[in-house]
């Protein structure tokens, strides 16, 4: 049997139809800039993250960007986040020529750990990034309280996690603004390129929607430097499309996950925590095993997808090597980099599939 990570075409094959029509429409139209279908999404991504406003931009990483930019953070300024991320998060830091200043995570849910942060705080400190990684958000209260003390900007990286909530809140409506991404592997994602930012405030909204184009006020009038953020309107069209199933998908990952866990208990693999406070909409499903590599291995060779979120944590990236930090800084992030590795979750799996996977995974630890 084969099982990929993620299978697509298995989501497109019920949804074809409708995606076809609504590219169509775009095409008919000629708005190939913009547009209602944009303007629509915008609407609806902010009312399902409990936001006032939403900015469509071209990726999860210009979301980032654009928020960071849209802050006023720049050169001398430092930003305080996780190592245990996808590269975008920190990436997008060093690209406003601000500092990245990692903390170590927690090691039960991989996000960051808010008992450590305020430690790292110093007169540059200008925001705090948490990643809600994998689908659950992090421990929002603490690091809320933080920002608050030491009067600091919260961007939550919640490309993972759209539609997930920590104590009843939604992903994106607790910092200063929240960025989601569309990227395919996503729940919600685009037929190619997209992301977007949602927050509740006025001013901050103002900024992201200037600085999404070229930062101009009124048009070829420049205050600030801006960039190219827009959000394509045929990625708002498949967007569109897709949303009303969004829910459904995040519970059938869910269901999975439980399924997992249930034939996992007992066993040696660490199945994913989740935060009570919390509800996960599962992006990734990582279990922790000891051997990672073996039981990798032996999995791609019975065809079953998996993949490794991440293998090398940000502080020991070659190109943050000038931020002077070494192995050992982050144990956790380093110990989590070495055991995780991700298995098939995506909502259309079968039980057939699901138990293939799971005997593959307890084989290989025999
Ligand atoms: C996917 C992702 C991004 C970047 O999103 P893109 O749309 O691929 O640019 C940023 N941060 C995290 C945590 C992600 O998983």
Redesign the pocket.
Known sequence: MQVPLLDLKAQYTRIKKDVLAAIGEVLDSQMCIGGPMVKELEEKVAAISNCKHAVGVS????A?LNSLMSLGIGSGDEVITTPF??F??TGCIARVCAKPVFVDIDPKTYNINPELIEQAITEKTKAIMP?H?YGQMADMDPIMEIAAKHNLYVIE?A??SISSTYKGKKAGSVGSCG?F???PS?NLGGIG???MIVTNDDKIYHMLFIMRNHGSEPKYYHKFVGGNFRLDPIQAAALLVKLPYLEDWSQGRRDNAEYYNKKFSGTSVGIPYIDPNCVTIYNQYVIRVPKRDEVFKKLKEQDIGCEIYYPVPMHLQECFSYLGYKEGDFPEAERAANEVMALPIYPELTDKMKDYVIEAVLESLK
């Not at 990726?59 to 210009?62: H, I, K, L």
């Open positions: 990726s999860g990483t210009d980032i991320t996808f975008a998060t990643v990684l990286d490309a993972q960025c991404s569309f990227f996503k390129d997209g992301g």
